[in-house]
T-cell receptor
Framework: AQSVTQLDSQVPVFEEAPVELRCNYS??????LFWYVQYPNQGLQLLLK??????LVESINGFEAEFNKSQTSFHLRKPSVHISDTAEYFC????????FGTGTKLQVIP | DAEITQSPRHKITETGRQVTLACHQT?????MFWYRQDLGHGLRLIHY???????NKGEVSDGYSVSRSNTEDLPLTLESAASSQTSVYFC????????????FGNGTRLTVT
């Protein structure tokens, strides 16, 4: 069995400020972790993924996430957010059959 | 470019009617999935398929069915629509490897009145 918990349903943050979106997971098998982003009226898009190897993974647009096995966490961070980062972010676990968290809406305030 | 197309984008139907939502992918992926998205619940898996003639129930499959007669299509049927099935429905596909992500369609917003 696998599950994902995203405790923060909404996170407001000022433009150019840092942000952290929290994700905790549970999985009884090998851990494959993902962050997906959803912009309004669109489907989800892959932001970054952890499969194995380095515990710090990065996306092309400045986001990073760190896999922490002891804390069963995969938090998403960005040191300086932009207005264009306003979206909903979903943490997910598994492959073949993926389980999603409930999502965190990131609102970037000008 | 490869893509997933869902149709219709919006649908309004009445309680008790049968409704079919279409999903067509040109990725040539074996794996296809249907999710519903509801406020406070995130995405929940309805049905999934690992290949032609293969279908499996997800966590919220009651009242829904799917069939997989070819690689490209996985239509989702609501046998007798209920108000509780008002939601946004997303179709996704993947190649089925750990390093291959899910590719999503743009969703179908279904309202059952």
């Amino acid at each position: 069995a696998q599950s994902v918990t995203q405790l923060d349903s909404q996170v407001p943050v000022f433009e150019e400020a840092p942000v952290e979106l929290r994700c905790n997971y549970s999985s009884s098998v090998s851990v494959y972790l993902f962050w997906y982003v959803q912009y309004p009226n669109q489907g989800l898009q892959l932001l970054l993924k952890y499969l194995s190897g380095s515990t710090l993974v990065e996306s092309i647009n400045g986001f990073e996430a760190e896999f922490n096995k002891s804390q069963t966490s995969f938090h998403l961070r960005k040191p300086s957010v932009h207005i264009s980062d306003t979206a909903e972010y979903f943490c997910a676990v598994g492959y073949q059959k993926v389980t999603f968290g409930t999502g965190t809406k990131l609102q970037v305030i000008p | 470019d490869a893509e997933i197309t869902q149709s219709p984008r919006h649908k309004i139907t009445e309680t008790g009617r049968q409704v079919t939502l279409a999903c067509h992918q040109t990725w040539n992926h074996n794996n296809m999935f249907w999710y519903r998205q509801d406020l406070g619940h995130g995405l929940r898996l309805i049905h999934y398929s690992y290949g032609v003639q293969d279908t499996n129930k997800g966590e919220v499959s009651d009242g829904y069915s799917v069939s997989r007669s070819n690689t490209e299509d996985l239509p989702l049927t609501l046998e007798s629509a209920a108000s509780s099935q008002t939601s946004v429905y997303f179709c996704a596909s993947s190649a089925g490897q750990p390093n291959s992500p899910l590719h999503f369609g743009n969703g179908t917003r279904l309202t059952v009145t």
